[in-house]
Every structure is written in C-alpha cells, then in structure tokens.
C-alpha cells in the first residue's frame, strides 16, 4: 500500500494564538472547525495551493478517550510538531495495520464543519489510526478525504509569503538505526539511511529524523539533552519566491536565519513548531548585506559578486 502525505498536524493549547501566529508568519488559516465522532477536537488548517498537502493546528476542547494520547503529548511537551496524515483507502489501510499488530481499532468516518464562501458544509472523512508508540515519535494515521474540495478552500490558497507546499518534516531522533527499523515496518523500502539520519520518502514530501550532531551542523541548534525517543522539530514549506517571503516576514517583524537554500524561523511566539521555508532554486542566495528584521551571518564575498546593497 502506497503512503503518500497528506497533512502535517501541530498540537496546541490556544488555537486563537496558534492562528494569529500563523498570519503573521504570512500564511491565510482557514476559519476553526470543530471534529465530531466524540473527538473532542477543533482545528485551523493552512492548505497548500498544490491542493495535495496542508498542515492543521489541533487542540483539545474537551476530553474524550480518543484524544487522550493527545492530551498526554501536550502535558509532556506543550505546543509542538506531533504527527503526520498518509493518504490512502481508510477501510483498506486498517486492514493492513491490524496484520501489522499497528492498528488502533477499526477505520472510522467524522466531519468537522467548514466555512465557505456559499455558506457552511460539512468536510468528511475516514481515517485509520496507529496504535500510539508504533512509530516512536511520531503520531501517525492514513486520512480518506471524501470532500477535498471543502478542505482545499479556494479563498485559502493564496498566502502573502508565497507558500505552495509542504515539503518536509524534521526530527531528531537518539537512534537513527532504531528509527529506521520502526519506519521501515510501515514504510518498506521508502525508509533509507542517510549519513545524518533517517530519511522516509512519502510522495512529494520527506520526513527526516537526524542525529543531535547533525541536526547541531545543519542548522546551528545544539541539542544539549538529546529526547529518549524520535521527536518532530521542524515544518518545512515551499515557497514560490524568497523575496515574497523575506518582505512579508521581515514586515511582521519576524527574525529569519539563513540554512542553506532554506530560510530558517526558530520562534514565533504562539505557533508551536520552528520552521523552515524552501526557496526555489534561482532564488537560493540570501541577500546582501541583511536587511532589519533578518538574522544571518554575513557570507564571504565570491570572486567577481559584488558585495553592495544591490547584490542578490
């Protein structure tokens, strides 16, 4: 059975704070919806304009069996990057997790409510759930959209930072060879090593978990306790130009660090997770010098590129 992404999912206590947090970083969040089927749960969603991927903010609004392992994540760790969405047949995909002793029950259907420039309606879906502890690390299920046109709203594609997709996703993880063992059970082959961890293809995204020494060399984060088990650390979101991004950021006030062809947001207070903007190749060079707002290291100049205000 083929696992391509579907979504990325951010765990939250305050999902008012979670979406203003959201537009200052430039992105257009659908109105909340409220989850049925005793999910206890509402959420904000960021879809993508590839209407193949998003990412939601989740919370809690009362507490069900359901949403305990949630519950627990958020008493562990507050506000963070928790799990990811697979798309695939939910009734199919359950099948294959029971043989695999990774189920959590039966597939189920719910819907959540949604706004829509004609009025409300009803987005539903099926979903297989991973027992919790499958994937260390990782919260993990296989989402059925049975109304894609009502998740993807039209009047929510088009962000001021020039977000089309999301790309990635990035942990750490102790042991990347424990990791990938785990992965490799519901991923098969689209697990591999990497020399700095584990690398998990699922369609046009990737999830990678790295070790604490390179996740320290790619991106200048010393983590001083490494976590006993695979943590999410990073979203990554493809953006259609770097200066679209780098204006409506540094406009917002937001501080940026250059990482390699990615621009790199630590914090912002609110949101629950770093992030990291993919720019498009032609648009890889940071500018120079940094402009108010950016904070990067200056590069060395290459022979013949001039160094000015006007350099690119």
Not at 19 to 30: H, I
Not at 106 to 130: I, K, N, T, Y
Request: proline share 8%.
């Amino acid at each position: 059975m083929r696992l391509d992404f579907d979504h990325a999912q951010i765990l939250h206590d305050d999902l008012d704070s979670a979406a203003a947090a959201a537009v200052r970083l430039g992105f257009r969040p659908t109105p909340p919806g409220l989850h049925g089927q005793g999910l206890g749960t509402a959420n904000v969603t960021v879809v993508m304009p590839d209407r193949a991927t998003y990412f939601e903010v989740l919370a809690v609004t009362a507490p069900t069996e359901r949403n305990a392992a949630k519950r627990a994540a958020l008493a562990a760790r507050g506000a963070h990057l928790f799990g990811a969405a697979f798309k695939a047949d939910a009734r199919a995909a359950a099948v294959r997790l029971a043989r695999l002793d990774m189920a959590e029950g039966p597939a189920f259907e719910f819907a959540r409510e949604v706004d829509l420039p004609d009025g409300a309606a009803e987005a539903r879906f099926a979903v297989a759930q991973l027992r919790d502890g499958t994937l260390p690390g990782l919260y993990a299920f296989v989402c059925q959209h049975f109304t894609p046109g009502r998740v993807w709203h039209p009047d929510c594609l088009d962000h001021p930072n020039g977000a089309r997709a999301v790309a990635g996703l990035w942990g750490v993880t102790p042991d990347a060879a424990a990791t990938a063992s785990a992965c490799a059970r519901l991923f098969g082959n689209a697990t591999q090593r990497s020399a700095e961890g584990v690398v998990i293809d699922s369609g046009a995204v990737r999830l990678r978990y790295l070790t604490p020494e390179a996740w320290a060399a790619r991106f200048g984060e010393v983590v001083t306790a490494p976590p006993p088990t695979p943590q999410l650390r990073a979203l990554e979101i493809a953006v259609t130009s770097a200066a679209r991004l780098e204006d409506r950021l540094a406009g917002a006030g937001v501080t940026w660090q250059a990482a390699g062809r990615r621009r790199l947001v630590t914090e912002v207070q609110g949101f629950g997770t770093m992030l990291l903007f993919a720019v498009p190749r032609s648009d890889r060079e940071p500018p120079l010098p940094a402009v108010p707002g950016n904070v990067m290291p200056r590069r060395r100049a290459r022979p013949g590129r001039p160094t000015g205000s006007n350099a690119r």
